[in-house]
């Protein structure tokens, strides 16, 4: 028997952005929360200390001619800090400049020895999406949405104030950490009031990804069922308890193995559902739009981040 934690959502750092009140709606909602125009080169303080299942989330866009760029973590300001994270993705190395990510550590004045050295997964030009997973004892890295290693935490993640981005990016448009270890499935209290987005990433590992909103009386306000197998993104409802016609409609935008973030906008008349920033489908509501009380994901997937926010432009 599954026991179902029933939680509020957190979120350990998020920019107090929600979007440009200026702005078409459709333009905010394709944007990440907290997503603005970020000086470079970029650090900031962590308002608090990193946690296993964290993810360390940051956008941009790669200058055409780049050279270098680098991510790192911070144990201290100093220029000398230590720091037990540093990705260089170094353009100008490799087979013919193909490129290669560099992870290391530098503690007390050095550089590791043990430099470690995969394939550079980004491109000239194109976009930046870099997710660093906190694991217990590893850092699980994602490169546009695709796992492309998971590293050894060679220091403790005690002491880490800082997190810095600098190099050949032409624009730097989210920074943000959160999340946990999510159970599976998973429950939580979900105030989705008309004026609210939902907003998950998490990294399929089957066939399917369920995602419920419940009314007060355990109805489904909607399911959205990610197929795999199939696919498929369907959509349904009940009304008096009963299921209604299955909508799936739409080409399969997500990839098997990669990262997906889905957006979950409550309109007075319908859901706005937004996959990878980019909208999917409008699912109109099949009874109140006030009564969305409960949240559930089920299914072959590993949950990084859930949040509720207010939708600007709504």
């Known amino acids: 028997m599954i026991t179902r934690t029933i939680v509020f959502f957190s979120l350990a750092a998020l920019a107090t952005c929600q979007g440009d009140a200026a702005d ?50 911070h144990k201290g300001s100093a220029k000398d800090a230590d720091l037990p994270l540093h990705f260089s993705i170094r353009f100008n190395e490799g087979i013919l400049g193909s490129g290669k990510l560099i992870y290391n550590t530098f503690e007390n004045g050095n550089w590791s020895e043990d430099e470690q050295r995969i394939s550079n997964p980004f491109k000239a030009g194109q ?60 429950m939580a209290v979900a105030g989705l009031t008309p004026g609210k987005r939902l907003d998950i990433s998490a990294l399929p590992k089957g066939k399917r990804v369920n995602i419920n909103l419940y009314r007060e009386n355990k109805e489904y306000a909607l ?12 959509r349904n409802a009940m009304t008096s308890n009963v299921w209604g016609k299955e909508e799936r409609e739409g080409k399969f935008p997500l990839e098997k193995k990669q990262v997906f973030d889905i957006t979950i906008i409550n309109e007075e008349f319908s859901f706005q559902i937004f996959l990878n920033n980019q909208r999917f489908t409008t699912f109109s509501h099949r009874g109140s739009p006030n009564d969305i009380k409960t949240l559930e994901i089920d299914g072959d997937v590993e949950i990084q981040t859930v949040t509720i926010n207010d939708a600007p432009g709504v």
């Open 223 to 234: 399911q959205v069922s990610i197929r795999y197998n199939e696919g498929a993104v369907v």
């Open 24 to 73: 078409p709606k459709e333009t905010n909602y394709k944007k990440f929360i907290g997503e603005q125009d970020y000086k470079l080169p970029f650090k900031t303080r962590v308002s608090e200390p990193l946690a296993v299942g964290q993810t360390i989330h940051a956008v941009g866009t790669l200058s055409e001619k780049p050279t270098r760029v680098d991510f790192n973590f």
């Open 127 to 186: 976009e930046f999406d870099l997710r660093v997973r906190v694991l217990e004892g590893k850092f699980q890295v994602f490169a546009n949405r695709v796992e492309v290693g998971v590293f050894t935490q060679r220091l403790p993640l005690d002491g880490i104030d800082h997190v810095s981005i600098r190099g050949d990016l032409s624009k730097l448009r989210l920074f943000h950490y959160g999340g946990r270890i999510f159970p599976n499935p998973y």
